[in-house]
C-alpha cells in the first residue's frame, strides 16, 4: 500500500477529530480538544497543567510555538486567560478558536502564524474558573456563576499593592483560592512579557491600575502606572482592530469610553486584580478585555463575535515585541539573575529584573531611554538607547549589557554595590519574585488522546499488511 493512501487515510481521520463547532464547549471537551490538538502538532504545541480548581478540575494551558516545550533566549513569552468569571463565557470560545487558527495558519505556511509562532511562545489558558463555569446559566448580565466553588471572586483574591497602605490585611497565599494559587504559582515559573484576561459584559480595554492609594499615581481620576504610555497603547491596538471596540459607545448597558478603553481604576476601584498583580510582581504588562456586551452571548452569535475580535486578537499579540530585549552579563562574561534594570522616569514598585536565564524585556515605544542597570558587586551602568517600533518586525530590539565589577585598592574601603532606585516606589510590596527553576510543563494526567486510537490501530493494521 503506498504511503500517499496511508497520509491521505490519516488526514481523513484526523480531521473529524480536530474540527471545531462555534459553540459553548463544556469542560470536559475543551481538555479532549486540547489534547487533540496537541497530539496531532506535537512539533508547535504543548498541553501541561497549572493546577486545579477548588473541585479538582485541571487548569489547561497550550502553549504554542516552534520551541513550545521550553523557554528560548530571545523568545518573548506571552499569555492570554478567559473565563476567569465563570458566567463570562465569549472568551472560551475565542481562545479555542485562536488556538485553531493559528495552528491551521501554520500548517498552511500562512506567513501572518508563521512569523508570530516563530517569534513568539503564547500560552492560553481557556478557562481560569471551570467550577464557575459548571454553575452558570446563559443570563446576559445577570447570571449565577461568576464565583468560583467557593464563592469567591477570583479577581478580587490577588495580592494587592495598595493594600498595605491602607491597613487592610493580606491573605497569606495558601489561604488564596486554588485557581489563584494555580495563577501566582505561573507567574513564577516563566517571565511572561504580556498578557491579557478575557471577560465580557462590557466591550472595553482595560489597563493598570484597578486600585490606588491616594498617592502620586493617582492623577485626575485615573490610577497611573510608570509605564502609563504603553498601556494606553497596548489598550488602543486592540480597541482599534476589534470591529466596534474603538466606537466606545456600543452597549447599552455600560457607559461610554473614549475610542473603546479605560483606566481600570477611573471605570471603578478594584482590589485583589489580577492584572495589577501581573504588571506589579511578574513584571507582565497585562489588560483586561472585555470582549462582550452580554457575558453569555447567544450561541448563533459566536462566528460574528469571533470575527469582530480575531484581528485585535492577533494584533495585540504582536505587541510583545515593542521595546528592548537582552542579556546583563557580569564582568567574567556570565548572564547575570536578579540584576536590576531600570528606566529613567519609570520608577516601578517592584524595580524590573533580569530572570534566571539573565534576559529582561522592557515594552516602550519608540524613542530615546536612558537605561541604569545594577548588580551586586558591580559599577552601575548607564547607557541612552533608541527605541525603533518592533511589532512590524516581529522583534524588539536586542541589547545586551555588559557589566564591569569593582575594583578596590589595597587599604581603601570596600566598594558597596550601587542599590536599586527605589525612590517612587512602594515599599509595601514584597518583591521576592525570583523564578522557580523547574518548567511549568510538567506531567499530563487526563484524558489519552481517545479521538485517534482507533485511528492508529487501524494504520498499525495497514502497514503490517
Request: hydrophobic residues 40%; negative net charge; aromatic residues 10%.
Given at each position: 500500500?503506498?504511503?500517499?493512501?496511508?497520509?491521505?487515510?490519516?488526514?481523513?481521520?484526523?480531521?473529524?477529530?480536530?474540527?471545531?463547532?462555534?459553540?459553548?464547549?463544556?469542560?470536559?471537551?475543551?481538555?479532549?480538544?486540547?489534547?487533540?490538538?496537541?497530539?496531532?502538532?506535537?512539533?508547535?504545541?504543548?498541553?501541561?497543567?497549572?493546577?486545579?480548581?477548588?473541585?479538582?478540575?485541571?487548569?489547561?494551558?497550550?502553549?504554542?510555538?516552534?520551541?513550545?516545550?521550553?523557554?528560548?533566549?530571545?523568545?518573548?513569552?506571552?499569555?492570554?486567560?478567559?473565563?476567569?468569571?465563570?458566567?463570562?463565557?465569549?472568551?472560551?470560545?475565542?481562545?479555542?478558536?485562536?488556538?485553531?487558527?493559528?495552528?491551521?495558519?501554520?500548517?498552511?505556511?500562512?506567513?501572518?502564524?508563521?512569523?508570530?509562532?516563530?517569534?513568539?511562545?503564547?500560552?492560553?489558558?481557556?478557562?481560569?474558573?471551570?467550577?464557575?463555569?459548571?454553575?452558570?446559566?446563559?443570563?446576559?448580565?445577570?447570571?449565577?456563576?461568576?464565583?468560583?466553588?467557593?464563592?469567591?471572586?477570583?479577581?478580587?483574591?490577588?495580592?494587592?499593592?495598595?493594600?498595605?497602605?491602607?491597613?487592610?490585611?493580606?491573605?497569606?497565599?495558601?489561604?488564596?483560592?486554588?485557581?489563584?494559587?494555580?495563577?501566582?504559582?505561573?507567574?513564577?515559573?516563566?517571565?511572561?512579557?504580556?498578557?491579557?484576561?478575557?471577560?465580557?459584559?462590557?466591550?472595553?480595554?482595560?489597563?493598570?491600575?484597578?486600585?490606588?492609594?491616594?498617592?502620586?499615581?493617582?492623577?485626575?481620576?485615573?490610577?497611573?502606572?510608570?509605564?502609563?504610555?504603553?498601556?494606553?497603547?497596548?489598550a488602543k491596538v486592540y480597541s482599534h482592530n476589534h470591529a466596534t471596540m474603538h466606537r466606545g459607545n456600543i452597549c447599552e448597558d455600560s457607559r461610554p469610553f473614549l475610542e473603546g478603553v479605560t483606566n481600570g481604576y477611573e471605570w471603578y476601584p478594584l482590589a485583589g486584580g489580577m492584572q495589577d498583580y501581573n504588571y506589579v510582581w511578574?513584571?507582565?504588562?497585562?489588560?483586561?478585555?472585555?470582549?462582550?456586551?452580554?457575558?453569555?452571548?447567544?450561541?448563533?452569535?459566536?462566528?460574528?463575535?469571533?470575527?469582530?475580535?480575531?484581528?485585535?486578537?492577533?494584533?495585540?499579540?504582536?505587541?510583545?515585541?515593542?521595546?528592548?530585549?537582552?542579556?546583563?552579563?557580569?564582568?567574567?562574561?556570565?548572564?547575570?539573575?536578579?540584576?536590576?534594570?531600570?528606566?529613567?522616569?519609570?520608577?516601578?514598585?517592584?524595580?524590573?529584573?533580569?530572570?534566571?536565564?539573565?534576559?529582561?524585556?522592557?515594552?516602550?515605544?519608540?524613542?530615546?531611554?536612558?537605561?541604569?542597570?545594577?548588580?551586586?558587586?558591580?559599577?552601575?551602568?548607564?547607557?541612552?538607547?533608541?527605541?525603533?517600533?518592533?511589532?512590524?518586525?516581529?522583534?524588539?530590539?536586542?541589547?545586551?549589557?555588559?557589566?564591569?565589577?569593582?575594583?578596590?585598592?589595597?587599604?581603601?574601603?570596600?566598594?558597596?554595590?550601587?542599590?536599586?532606585?527605589?525612590?517612587?516606589?512602594?515599599?509595601?510590596?514584597?518583591?521576592?519574585?525570583?523564578?522557580?527553576?523547574?518548567?511549568?510543563?510538567?506531567?499530563?494526567?487526563?484524558?489519552?488522546?481517545?479521538?485517534?486510537?482507533?485511528?492508529?490501530?487501524?494504520?498499525?493494521?495497514?502497514?503490517?499488511?
Open positions: 500500500m503506498s504511503s500517499l493512501f496511508i497520509l491521505s487515510f490519516i488526514f481523513i481521520l484526523l480531521t473529524p477529530a480536530l474540527s471545531l463547532e462555534f459553540r459553548y464547549h463544556n469542560n470536559r471537551e475543551i481538555e479532549e480538544y486540547l489534547f487533540d490538538v496537541k497530539a496531532a502538532n506535537p512539533d508547535i504545541t504543548h498541553l501541561y497543567n497549572i493546577g486545579q480548581s477548588v473541585r479538582g478540575q485541571q487548569l489547561w494551558v497550550l502553549a504554542l510555538g516552534v520551541s513550545p516545550h521550553r523557554h528560548t533566549v530571545g523568545i518573548p513569552e506571552f499569555k492570554y486567560v478567559a473565563n476567569m468569571h465563570g458566567n463570562e463565557v465569549l472568551g472560551r470560545v475565542l481562545l479555542l478558536h485562536l488556538i485553531d487558527d493559528l495552528v491551521r495558519g501554520y500548517r498552511n505556511n500562512e506567513m501572518w502564524s508563521v512569523r508570530l509562532l516563530n517569534s513568539t511562545r503564547i500560552h492560553v489558558l481557556t478557562t481560569m474558573n471551570p467550577d464557575g463555569f459548571d454553575a452558570s446559566d446563559t443570563d446576559c448580565q445577570y447570571s449565577q456563576g461568576r464565583f468560583n466553588y467557593n464563592g469567591i471572586d477570583l479577581n478580587r483574591n490577588f495580592p494587592d499593592a495598595f493594600a498595605g497602605v491602607r491597613g487592610q490585611r493580606q491573605l497569606a497565599e495558601e489561604q488564596r483560592e486554588a485557581e489563584v494559587r494555580a495563577v501566582i504559582g505561573w507567574l513564577r515559573t516563566e517571565t511572561f512579557v504580556l498578557s491579557a484576561n478575557l471577560h465580557g459584559g462590557a466591550l472595553v480595554a482595560s489597563y493598570p491600575y484597578d486600585n490606588s492609594n491616594g498617592g502620586s499615581e493617582l492623577v485626575g481620576g485615573a490610577s497611573i502606572t510608570p509605564d502609563d504610555d504603553v498601556f494606553v497603547h497596548l511578574a513584571q507582565c504588562l497585562e489588560l483586561t478585555l472585555e470582549v462582550s456586551c452580554c457575558k453569555f452571548p447567544p450561541a448563533d452569535e459566536l462566528p460574528v463575535l469571533w470575527t469582530d475580535n480575531r484581528m485585535a486578537l492577533l494584533a495585540f499579540i504582536q505587541q510583545v515585541h515593542l521595546g528592548v530585549k537582552g542579556r546583563v552579563f557580569d564582568g567574567s562574561g556570565v548572564p547575570v539573575e536578579n540584576a536590576v534594570v531600570e528606566i529613567k522616569g519609570r520608577s516601578n514598585m517592584c524595580p524590573f529584573k533580569t530572570d534566571r536565564h539573565g534576559e529582561y524585556y522592557r515594552l516602550l515605544l519608540p524613542g530615546n531611554y536612558s537605561f541604569t542597570v545594577t548588580y551586586p558587586g558591580h559599577e552601575a551602568l548607564t547607557e541612552t538607547l533608541y527605541i525603533p517600533h518592533g511589532p512590524d518586525q516581529y522583534s524588539a530590539k536586542t541589547h545586551n549589557f555588559l557589566l564591569r565589577r569593582i575594583t578596590t585598592t589595597a587599604g581603601s574601603a570596600s566598594a558597596t554595590p550601587t542599590p536599586a532606585n527605589t525612590s517612587q516606589a512602594n515599599p509595601n510590596p514584597s518583591c521576592n519574585y525570583t523564578l522557580q527553576q523547574q518548567e511549568p510543563g510538567r506531567a499530563m494526567s487526563g484524558p489519552t488522546w481517545s479521538g485517534l486510537l482507533v485511528p492508529l490501530s487501524l494504520l498499525l493494521v495497514l502497514l503490517s499488511d
